[in-house]
């Protein structure tokens, strides 16, 4: 299993750019969901999904979509990128059980806005 | 929102020491999580704990819920457990966001 895959890992974008950070999983996890971490400020929820088309906001989901077509992917979208959302984007995946359901994270995307 | 608060946020101690990390949260939660996140920036699930007690070798976790908090024990330090430590909770209405804390910094010295 390759776990839970973000790509790319590096990305600089020019205000007012779009783009899509990729995140895909294979095992079968019907929870998943993108945080972003900034210095002193942990990892904020940006989106979540609970299964395929089912998506959910979280913390801080202005200037972010997503959906959610299948159940191993769960593609987050910057429509007009501005400086604020320089940071590192974490997808996480897990399943539903609420008995034994640690979250997995992909390895990050490192974002900078200029 | 429920508001999940980490202490202390950083913490500085020498090799072979233990240490004690704290989570308070201030809502009920279904479940309650610990992660390391190491020096390259992964992030690793240590414990998924939403009551009792767990151990895994030197870390071990405990979590009252009844009086929201958990506690994260890292025995005999060693210079690999430096990094970053996050709780993270599963709000208690059931929609399933999964909100973490700001961290401990932990940085063990040789």
Redesign the interface.
């Known amino acids: 299993n390759a776990g839970v895959t973000q790509t790319p890992k590096f990305q600089v974008l020019k205000t007012g750019q779009s783009m899509t950070l990729q995140c895909a999983q294979d095992m079968n996890h019907e929870y998943m969901s993108w945080y972003r971490q900034d210095p002193g400020m942990g990892l904020r929820l940006i989106h979540y999904s609970v299964g395929a088309g089912i998506t959910d906001q979280g913390e801080v989901p202005n200037g972010y979509n997503v959906s959610r077509s299948t159940t191993e992917d769960f593609p987050l979208r910057l429509l007009s990128a501005a400086p604020s959302q320089t940071s590192v984007y974490f997808c996480a995946s897990s399943y539903l059980d609420r008995f034994n359901s640690p979250l997995h994270f992909g390895n990050g995307t490192r974002l900078t806005v200029t | 929102?429920i508001q999940v608060e980490q202490s202390p946020p950083d913490l500085i101690l020498q090799e072979g020491a233990n240490s004690t990390l704290r989570c308070n949260f201030s809502d009920s939660v279904?479940?309650l999580?610990w992660?390391h996140q190491n020096p390259w920036?992964?992030?690793?699930?240590l414990f998924?704990i939403p009551s009792g007690t767990k151990q895994n070798g030197r870390l071990s976790a405990t979590t009252v819920a009844t009086e929201r908090y958990s506690l994260l024990y890292i025995s005999s330090s060693q210079t690999t457990d430096s990094g970053v430590y996050?709780c993270?909770v599963e709000v208690g209405n059931r929609?399933?966001?999964?909100?973490?804390?700001?961290?401990t910094r932990l940085h063990i010295l040789p």
């Open positions: 929102g279904n479940n999580q992660f920036g992964q992030l690793i699930n998924y996050f993270a929609d399933d966001k999964i909100i973490f804390g700001k961290g």
